[in-house]
Nanobody, 125 residues
Framework: QVQLEESGGGLVQAGGSLRLSCAASGRTLSSYTVAWFRQAQGKEREFVAGISWSGGLTYYADFMKGRFTISRDNAKNTVYLQMTSLKPEDTAIYYC??????????????????WGHGTQVTISS
């Protein structure tokens, strides 16, 4: 069993930055690929970025266009999402989740084993 807890969300102005954290407990994250998803109000949950168990491979949604960076520190059992040049359309609840899949399978929410409860990110214009 893995418990995931997201933090780092908040309210920032457009153009600003935030760094989200996903901390795990109960089991080491180093065995899993970890991804970030987001869900805006009234919309489906969408894939944002994923990182392999070692951190050597990353996979991003097309809309990222270099604005977001996913990273991990297995010694701290934590995965990060650095977000820059934030836009109002980035407003959503951001979730982290674990999987043993890779590639395009990362985009499918049913391929994930554990989810956090999410952290709210709000970008004002």
């Amino acid at each position: 069993q893995v418990q995931l807890e997201e933090s780092g969300g908040g309210l920032v102005q457009a153009g600003g930055s935030l760094r989200l954290s996903c901390a795990a407990s109960g089991r080491t994250l180093s065995s899993y690929t970890v991804a970030w998803f987001r869900q805006a109000q009234g919309k489906e949950r969408e894939f944002v970025a994923g990182i392999s168990w070692s951190g050597g491979l990353t996979y991003y949604a097309d809309f990222m266009k270099g604005r977001f960076t996913i990273s991990r520190d297995n010694a701290k059992n934590t995965v990060y999402l650095q977000m820059t040049s934030l836009k109002p359309e980035d407003t959503a609840i951001y979730y982290c989740a674990t999987t043993t899949q890779w590639g395009s399978r990362l985009r499918v929410t049913t391929n994930y084993d554990y989810w956090g409860h999410g952290t709210q990110v709000t970008i004002s214009s």
